[in-house]
């Protein structure tokens, strides 16, 4: 017969037993404290938050659910997680993926208040375990992209609205080119008949006219000649944008060669050193209207190189900007104020120290940028009164 404990035994237990209640105790009043504390977590989330079992049937969810469902907790826990989304044949899929791919991200549903409205909300899930490890059901939040979706929408309907708005320009300014084509041609008539009338009266009247009416005669021939320069630079502004020559492959330096060839008496006159970069690249578009484009650069890059520079310069090459190839002509000229940097690419525009140096029509650089913009590209430039100009342009690749 086994021995009775002693009374000191019998104590000793019973404060065990006494000091493992206590301990219980607190092991459940911390837990109690844990799951508030969680619960607090949970409700205080703007997102609808809910738990779902592998049959597809909620299990909890939170004050948000309630609110963009309309129901209250305890009329949604048991019931099919599909049946409050406009699309139950799509939310379904949504939480079985859960359980295949353990998570989804951003699955698009929409949630049917019981009054009839809609919300557009985005789900993330993921399955969690019990404490077996084992797949006990799927945690769901649902994000409310109600005001996401009404800006998407404008966003939608400014980029419409703009796409309409610069249609609307390209046609205007279709047909701003098309009239200032049909009026420059129109204007070409009166100054040949000026012109012709000038001579005439050289040949027939010469000998009789007056020094005063010589100058007249020279100021009136000087004028229409300017007219008759103003007049080929709007056409020429205007065929840009209606030009259908095709778009090839050729070297840049042909361009450079033939803008050199053709200036070389002004530029020999002044006597400009010209340095060429050796190895410049192919290039792809309109041959003739990027020429156009490098033969006015470098005109203007001779006409204002200043009448007092004593080693006047100019350089053509490229260099890497940003990833592109930059092409850019260089000169020691006059140089350009910053404030004018954007004023110079605009129709008319002439500052009053080029106007000092050299005749001009002040579309030479609008013609430019516009050739350049035609090909995908971009033109600035950099300057220093006294110091020089670089004017830089950037041109597109040829489309694989």
Same mark, same amino acid.
């Given at each position: 017969?086994?021995?009775?404990?002693?009374?000191?035994e019998l104590e000793q237990k019973i404060k065990v037993l006494e000091q493992e209640a206590l301990e219980r105790k607190k092991a459940e009043a911390a837990l109690r404290e844990?799951?508030?504390y969680t619960r607090g977590l949970v409700e205080a989330s703007p997102d609808s938050l809910v738990t779902i079992s592998s049959e597809g049937k909620i299990t909890d969810v939170?004050?948000?659910?309630?609110? @963009?469902?309309?129901?209250?907790?305890?009329?949604?826990? %048991?019931?099919?997680?599909?049946?409050?989304?406009?699309?139950?044949?799509? #939310?379904?899929?949504?939480?079985?993926?859960?359980?295949?791919?353990?998570?989804?991200?951003?699955?698009?549903?929409? @949630?049917? $208040?019981?009054?009839?409205?809609?919300?557009?909300?985005?789900?993330?899930?993921?399955?969690?375990?019990?404490?077996?490890?084992?797949?006990?059901?799927?945690?769901?939040?649902?994000?409310?992209?109600?005001?996401?979706?009404?800006?998407?929408?404008?966003?939608?309907?400014?980029?419409?609205?703009?796409?309409?708005?610069?249609?609307?320009?390209?046609?205007?300014?279709?047909?701003?080119?098309?009239?200032?084509?049909?009026?420059?041609?129109?204007?070409?008539?009166?100054?040949?008949?000026?012109?012709?009338?000038?001579? #005439?009266?050289?040949?027939?009247?010469?000998?009789?006219?007056?020094?005063?009416?010589?100058?007249?005669?020279?100021?009136?021939?000087?004028?229409?000649?300017?007219?008759?320069?103003?007049?080929?630079?709007?056409?020429?502004?205007?065929?840009?944008?209606?030009?259908?020559? @095709?778009?090839?492959?050729?070297?840049?330096?042909?361009?450079?060669?033939?803008?050199?060839?053709?200036?070389?008496?002004?530029?020999?006159?002044?006597?400009?050193?010209?340095?060429?970069?050796?190895?410049?690249?192919?290039?792809?578009?309109?041959?003739?209207?990027?020429?156009?484009?490098?033969?006015?650069?470098? #005109?203007?890059?001779?006409?204002?190189?200043?009448?007092?520079?004593?080693?006047?310069?100019?350089?053509?090459?490229?260099?890497? $900007?940003?990833?592109?190839?930059?092409?850019?002509?260089?000169?020691?000229?006059?140089?350009?104020?910053?404030?004018?940097?954007?004023?110079?690419?605009?129709?008319?525009?002439?500052?009053?120290?080029?106007?000092?140096?050299?005749?001009?029509?002040?579309?030479?650089?609008?013609?430019?940028?516009?050739?350049?913009?035609?090909?995908? %590209?971009?033109?600035?430039?950099?300057?220093?009164?006294?110091?020089?100009?670089?004017?830089?342009?950037?041109?597109?690749?040829?489309?694989?």
């Amino acid at each position: 017969m086994a021995n009775k404990p002693t009374y000191e035994e019998l104590e000793q237990k019973i404060k065990v037993l006494e000091q493992e209640a206590l301990e219980r105790k607190k092991a459940e009043a911390a837990l109690r404290e844990l799951q508030r504390y969680t619960r607090g977590l949970v409700e205080a989330s703007p997102d609808s938050l809910v738990t779902i079992s592998s049959e597809g049937k909620i299990t909890d969810v939170n004050r948000a659910t309630e609110l @963009i469902t309309g129901y209250p907790g305890d009329k949604l826990i %048991g019931t099919d997680f599909s049946d409050y989304f406009t699309d139950p044949q799509k #939310a379904r899929p949504g939480y079985l993926k859960v359980f295949s791919e353990d998570h989804v991200r951003d699955y698009p549903l929409e @949630i049917r $208040h019981r009054n009839g409205k809609v919300t557009s909300v985005l789900y993330n899930a993921s399955v969690y375990h019990d404490l077996k490890g084992d797949v006990a059901g799927v945690f769901a939040a649902a994000r409310d992209i109600t005001d996401l979706k009404k800006i998407e929408d404008a966003l939608r309907e400014n980029e419409n609205r703009l796409e309409e708005l610069l249609a609307e320009i390209a046609a205007k300014n279709a047909e701003l080119e098309s009239f200032v084509y049909s009026v420059s041609h129109d204007l070409k008539a009166p100054i040949v008949t000026i012109d012709g009338f000038i001579g #005439a009266l050289e040949e027939d009247f010469g000998d009789i006219l007056s020094e005063e009416g010589k100058k007249h005669i020279m100021y009136i021939s000087n004028a229409a000649q300017k007219m008759e320069l103003l007049i080929n630079d709007l056409i020429e502004l205007s065929r840009i944008g209606r030009l259908t020559e @095709i778009k090839r492959e050729f070297p840049f330096a042909r361009l450079v060669q033939d803008a050199l060839k053709a200036l070389q008496p002004q530029a020999g006159a002044r006597g400009i050193a010209v340095n060429v970069q050796d190895n410049l690249p192919i290039v792809y578009g309109r041959r003739k209207r990027l020429g156009q484009a490098v033969d006015n650069l470098l #005109a203007n890059a001779v006409k204002y190189i200043g009448k007092d520079n004593p080693n006047p310069r100019i350089d053509i090459g490229v260099q890497e $900007h940003n990833g592109q190839k930059a092409f850019f002509v260089h000169d020691n000229g006059i140089g350009i104020p910053e404030k004018y940097f954007d004023r110079i690419f605009q129709t008319f525009e002439r500052l009053s120290s080029a106007k000092q140096l050299a005749e001009g029509t002040g579309i030479g650089l609008r013609i430019v940028k516009q050739i350049i913009e035609n090909h995908g %590209g971009k033109i600035w430039l950099t300057s220093e009164p006294g110091k020089g100009s670089t004017f830089y342009f950037t041109l597109k690749d040829k489309e694989d």
